[in-house]
């Protein structure tokens, strides 16, 4: 499991850092927000750890910004006791709140009992997504329909469409896909994934030279758009 912590109080990083190695996580860490959100848009992490208060921008500013483009759990740390403050961020995305001070052996906690909530969501809700552009992704049955009618993906490219459709919006790299898709000890070319691309355009794209669904950002990866018409 990979976390991202994002907190400028680098003693409180510290401390949590060990603390969740020791319990078996990999520890990304920022300590102003213009970090924290480019390591998040260049990066896939299961859940993120982000104080409010940062210096360029704020856990709110961010929370507002990574919910655009994913759903992964957000637990906010914060001095702030006002009630109000804390349904904004709510109503903005966090999954949890902890306020400070706090014990680390808490956090550590909140984390597990988030990535387990999120866990079950997943389970429960993942056998069939349809999106609105009428592409479903079946994963009970490994099969990826458009308009009810079936798409002969290869198992690569099933899984490299499923890992971005879980995140609409989210702009994956090519190593982060091949990661994904082959794991960390692949040691071929990750421009592979550019050839897989190409293949599952052809085969779910209206127009595979002007694709609307696996959208190209340039200099960084793909993304899925949830909303182009098949």
Known sequence: MRILLV????????????????????VTTAHNGVVALELFKQNSYDLIVLDLMLPGLSGEEICKEIRKRSAVPIIMLTA???????LEGFTLGADDYISKPFSPREVVARIKAVLRRAGSEVASLADVITYDNGLTIDNTRHEVRINNEGVPLTATEFKILGAMARNPGRVYSRSQLVNLVQGYDFSGDDRVIDAHIKKIRQKIERNSSDPKIVVTVYGVGYKFNQEAET
């Not at 907190?7 to 990999?26: A, C, N, P, R, S």
């Not at 702030?80 to 804390?86: G, H, S």
């Open 7 to 26: 907190d400028d109080e680098k003693h409180i990083v510290m401390v949590l850092k060990e603390y969740l190695q020791k319990e078996g996580y990999t």
């Open 80 to 86: 702030k006791v006002d009630e109000d403050e804390r």
